[in-house]
Structures are given as C-alpha cells and as structure tokens.
C-alpha cells in the first residue's frame, strides 16, 4: 500500500522540483532511491517525441500508451499491447525503429510484473533479440544494411536490456526460469552479445543435469545461440548426441524443398550411417524435426545425394 501511495504521489507531480520535494518526503523504498527508477520510466515516455518515429502502421503516437497500458493496465490493455507490439512495433519479425525504446522502457519493469504482463514482455524482447540476430547475420552475408542506422540501436538496446533479462533464469518459479532462459539465448544468439555466452552456459549446465529438464531441448538451444556444446557429442543419450551436431550444422531450420549445403550432407550422412537414431518413437525423431530434417533413413538418404 505504501508503494502505491508513493507511485500516485509521484503522477501527481507536475513538475520536477515538486518530484524532487515528494520524494524527498517519501524517502526509501526497499533500502534504495525511488526516485532514479521512477524518473528513468517517465523519461522514456515523456521525452521521446514518439510522433517522430514510426512503427510499421505510421507515426508512433498510438505506442507510449500500450506501454504504459501493458505495466499498468488490466487484462484487456496488456492483450491490446501484446498486439501492438507484435503487429507494430516488431511487424512480420522485423524490429521497427520504435522498438529500442519500448525495450528500453519495458526491461527494467521486468522485476515488478507478473502473469500475463511478464509474459508478453518476454517474448517481445525475444522478438527484437531474433529480428537483430536475423538482420546481424544477413549483414554479414553481403545483403546490405538490412536495417540501416537501426541495426546499431537495436544492437544497443539489446545489450542495455539482457541484465534485466538473465535475472529471471534464477526466478524461483521453473515456469518463469525456462520461459528467461529461452529469451536470454535469443538475445545471446547475437553477436552484440557474444561475450556473454559462457556465462549463460554456465548458469544453464545444471539444467542439463536435471531429469525435470528436455536435456536434448536446452542442448539444441544452447547450441544455436553459439555456445559451445560439443562436449555433448558422446553423450549417452542418442537425441542430446544429434542435437549437438545439427544445431551446429543447421543455423535456421531447412525448408522443405531446400538442399543441403557440401557440410550439412557430411552430417546428414553420419547420421544415416548410425544404427540407433531411427526409433519412430524417440525423441530423436522431434530433433531432427527442429532441424528441418525428415526423421527417415531414406529420405535422409536421398538428401546426402542431392547436389
């Protein structure tokens, strides 16, 4: 109660000496200032000239009031939010020059939401992680600047918002720790944050040790974000041991009709040479549908001889 009542003397204030005076008043909360937490919020809303930047339905005017909608709102807002942030701010898996600053703004209110809320956030920071690793990689490839002078902010606004982010794998609820857990690799899956795959991996070792845990799952990810799993390649468990191998030989999962590069049929061909990989019923068979592969010798078999 006394936290609300601090919030509704704060939005109360019209100007920032009579902020300052109030927080003065009000003192500490939990042992810290408010006032960098609640001035760094407001900032990011009402200094941004939102109607100078666009999102992929025109100026970005409508957004400040999602944002505030999906911390502050009800269920209908935050469902109207998740909508904008999906349909607008990141549109068809590209990050629209908006999106650094909803990041912004978003990351640091990660400790005080719940449910639906820290949900939606999650995965639209994952959204903006995936559409900057995608837009790093096809750079690199020779397609241009694919997003222009926006891929360095949105490479900035990545590394400003994983701390937020990384807290939440040691969330004491499991459901909360895997859903970050994902994220975080999202955003280490760039290159912006390279640096910070060996930490992540280390956090996430123990997991793999944990029978409540897709061992074979977190070794899949793991290893499309760049981290080094090839320790697991004699790995007792036949899925863990092809997860290793495809993550490291399919970057994007392969479409149907797709062939497969001189490497990919190396692999591909090792697989088709083992015995114990062809189980309908294992959880091999999920693996290889992550890669874009069939789970059938044959079928495998014709691929390894496709030019």
């Known amino acids: 109660m006394f936290h ?10 019209r100007t920032r000496g009579l902020l300052l005076r109030t927080v003065r008043r009000v003192g500490r909360i939990g042992g810290r200032p408010y006032l960098p937490v609640i ?10 000239d939102w109607g100078s930047l666009e999102h992929a339905h025109g100026p970005a005017t409508d957004t400040p009031g999602h944002l505030r909608g999906l911390v502050d709102g009800d269920v209908t807002a935050i469902a109207a939010a998740d909508r904008h942030l999906h349909g607008a701010v990141v549109h068809q898996g590209f990050p629209t020059e908006v999106a650094p600053p909803a990041c912004r703004y978003l990351a640091p209110r990660l400790p005080d939401l719940t449910g639906e809320a820290r949900r939606a956030v999650l995965d639209f920071l994952a959204a903006v992680a995936t559409g900057t690793g995608w837009a790093e990689k096809n750079t690199r490839k020779g397609h241009g600047d694919v997003l222009g002078e926006l891929l360095g902010d949105l490479q900035a606004a990545v590394r400003e918002t994983y701390p937020a982010v990384f807290a939440l794998v040691d969330h004491p609820d499991r459901d909360v720790r895997r859903r970050a857990a994902v994220v975080a690799l999202r955003y280490l899956a760039t290159s912006a944050l390279a640096g910070q795959r060996p930490a992540l991996a280390d956090r996430l070792r123990p997991w793999l040790d944990d029978p409540g845990e897709n ?3 977190w070794v899949w990810r793991l290893g499309k974000a760049g981290v080094d799993v090839w320790r697991h390649r004699d790995d007792p468990d036949p899925a863990t041991r092809v997860a290793v191998v495809l993550a490291a030989a399919f970057p994007y999962a392969r479409h149907r009709d797709d062939g497969l590069t001189a490497a990919q049929r190396s692999v591909v061909a090792d697989l088709v040479a083992a015995e114990d990989l062809w189980d309908p019923d294992d959880q091999v068979s999920e693996v290889f549908s992550w890669a874009g592969l069939p789970h059938d010798r044959e079928a495998c078999r014709r691929l390894t001889d496709r030019e």
């Open 39 to 48: 001035w760094q919020h407001r900032s990011v809303l009402d200094e941004i």
């Open 4 to 13: 609300i009542n601090v919030r509704e003397q704060i939005t109360s204030c």
């Open 215 to 217: 061992r074979a799952r």
